[in-house]
T-cell receptor, first 118, second 112 residues
Framework: AQKITQTQPGMFVQEKEAVTLDCTYD???????LFWYKQPSSGEMIFLIY??????QNATEGRYSLNFQKARKSANLVISASQLGDSAMYFC???????????????FGQGTILTVHP | KAGVTQTPRYLIKTRGQQVTLSCSPI?????VSWYQQTPGQGLQFLFE???????NKGNFPGRFSGRQFSNSRSEMNVSTLELGDSALYLC???????????FGPGTRLTVT
């Protein structure tokens, strides 16, 4: 079974500052992927970044980077230079990559509400 | 390229009725997954279809069913609606189950 834990129900950050959103995971799978999604108040889930368990380098996508520490089973999202439009709910998710019963199934954490102050 | 579309966006039904939600994936995507989002349970996986075959199913009662058509469009059906079925239903598509999933805007279902 897979489990994602996001321990920060809410986070506040000043505009233009960096913020780290925490995510820890638990899985018995050897090959897996970790994802971060953003969900604005409109409800749509927006894909931000992906990290494979065998990727040696941390993933980066523009202002988003994923701090992947495999031994600690953590996959924290770092948002640099926060913008007012970054205010949203952020979800960490994982998926086993080996197929079988894991096809197409993302397991999500409970989410972190990020508020960016001007 | 157009994103994932879901219809209808909002729906109000009464207990005992049934409902059908539709999802059109991104062009070229053959995998469609469905999720239920509620304040209490968060995001929960319903099922996943790939090339018209259900490949995986979450822990939901048999009242929840789905299907995928040859053009990759997918529908999910909930029969005998209960108050607890009120939720945001999200559809996601990907090239295949091993790629990242892109979500639609969701269908917000209210059961009264």
């Amino acid at each position: 079974a897979q489990k994602i834990t996001q321990t920060q129900p809410g986070m506040f950050v000043q505009e233009k500052e960096a913020v780290t959103l925490d995510c820890t995971y638990d899985t018995s799978d050897q090959s897996y992927g970790l994802f971060w999604y953003k969900q604005p108040s409109s409800g749509e889930m927006i894909f931000l970044i992906y990290q494979g368990s065998y990727d040696e380098q941390n993933a980066t996508e523009g202002r988003y980077s994923l701090n992947f520490q495999k031994a600690r089973k953590s996959a924290n999202l770092v948002i640099s230079a926060s913008q007012l439009g970054d205010s949203a709910m952020y979800f960490c998710a994982m998926r086993a990559n080996a197929g079988g019963t894991s096809y197409g199934k993302l397991t999500f954490g409970q989410g972190t509400i990020l508020t960016v102050h001007p | 390229k157009a994103g994932v579309t879901q219809t209808p966006r909002y729906l109000i039904k009464t207990r005992g009725q049934q409902v059908t939600l539709s999802c059109s994936p991104i062009s070229g995507h053959r995998s469609v997954s469905w999720y239920q989002q509620t304040p209490g349970q968060g995001l929960q996986f319903l099922f996943e279809y790939f090339s018209e075959t259900q490949r995986n199913k979450g822990n939901f009662p048999g009242r929840f069913s789905g299907r995928q058509f040859s053009n990759s469009r997918s529908e999910m059906n909930v029969s005998t609606l209960e108050l607890g079925d009120s939720a945001l239903y999200l559809c996601a598509s990907s090239l295949d189950p091993h790629y990242e999933q892109y979500f639609g805007p969701g269908t917000r279902l209210t059961v009264t």
